[in-house]
């Protein structure tokens, strides 16, 4: 009985594999050659109608990387929004912490070597295959795709980028000229200008839930305290801190941050307001 047992477990097991491979092969995709060799599968989503008003929208995983995960929730968003959806994804074997969501940013690395330089990439290539006549993109993350794009407003130069939502980002770089990076921009001052620019300049959302709280998620690095016990308190001191940043040295504060009353880490519970922030582009 019990190797029965055992026999039935296995072909279930291979049954499930063998859906997630076809699940695989299903979704649409196409593998993207960066420059620094690495080969990226970009996921990505169409409208059912294609117009030259077709929004183009970044979406970055979060710490498993479930792009597949992505493309299920966002499977209704497209004609939603009239947006094509890209979502890329960055493995953790090839990108990993210091790559993915720190943006492999440091005083040692070259700007052409941040990472956020292979987004602008791919919707360039893109949108030459597909024909899209969006000058722009948006770009959202949720936990670790929160802060590869919270430091992506930070950093980037980028003229592609039209509007960054980072929802529930574990860690942020505050703009503490004492502190080395991540953690603060010690070392990182050369880029300043562009840093006080983007505050005054770029459009940003940064959105935490309230009830994202729980200090022990074992994904929540505790190297990061100092900024908060949890996600929520650390999007709010953060936002307080860049806030006094930019007052300090003259320049508007453009960014916003939402309260999403209720709202854990949930990636799905955070869609909404997404959907809720880039419609309100429109009018």
Known sequence: MKHAFRILVFFCLLLFVSAVSAQNADAPHFDFQAKDGKTITVYYLLP??????????????GMNRDALGNVKRFSEVPDTLNAVVLIPLLTREDYKESQYQYGNISSKTEYSEWTFNVVDSIFIEFRKKQNLQADTYILFGHSAGGQFSIRTALFSKSPYIDLVVAANPGSHTFLNEELDYPHGIKGMLKYKDTILANLSNRNVYLLAGSADTNQDDPNLSKKFNEQGLNRFERAINFDKAT?????????????????????????????????????????
């Not at 959907?275 to 009018?283: D, L």
């Open 48 to 61: 059912t109608n294609v117009n030259r008003k077709t929004k183009v929208l970044f979406v970055m995983n």
């Open 243 to 283: 806030r006094d940043y930019a007052e300090k040295n003259g320049v508007k504060y453009n960014w916003k941050l939402i309260k999403m009353d209720g709202v854990g880490h949930s990636s799905s519970q955070t869609l909404p307001h997404l959907i809720k922030i880039i419609s309100s582009q429109e009018k």
